[in-house]
Nanobody, 120 residues
């Protein structure tokens, strides 16, 4: 079972940047599709971005396209989410997830999340 631990969240002003990290415990990390999701208070969890096992393919929600970038380092069993030009509506708990299916498929393993707060 893959254990995922997110870090890098915090509070930032609108227009600022943050870089989230998600460290995986499993040496088979490189075989997993990895995704980032977020959940704001009172809202359903939503997809943010995903990356294929090799890093060759990525997919983004329209709301973050052009501002966020997902990447991975299989040697470090870590996936990243670089978030630029942050907006107050990006405020949420961000979770990483691991799956064995397509980029927008089912994810089997989830981290506890890291809080991102963007002030106006």
């Amino acid at each position: 079972q893959v254990q995922l631990v997110e870090s890098g969240g915090g509070m930032v002003q609108a227009g600022g940047s943050l870089r989230l990290s998600c460290a995986a415990s499993d040496r088979t990390f490189s075989s997993y599709t990895m995704g980032w999701f977020r959940q704001a208070p009172g809202k359903e969890r939503e997809f943010v971005a995903a990356i294929s096992w090799s890093g060759g393919r990525t997919f983004y929600a329209d709301s973050v396209k052009g501002r966020f970038a997902i990447s991975r380092d299989n040697a470090k069993t870590t996936v990243y989410l670089q978030m630029n030009s942050l907006k107050p509506e990006d405020t949420a708990v961000y979770h990483c997830a691991a799956g064995t299916g397509p980029l927008k498929g089912v994810y089997d393993y989830w981290g506890q999340g890291t809080q991102v707060t963007v002030s106006s």
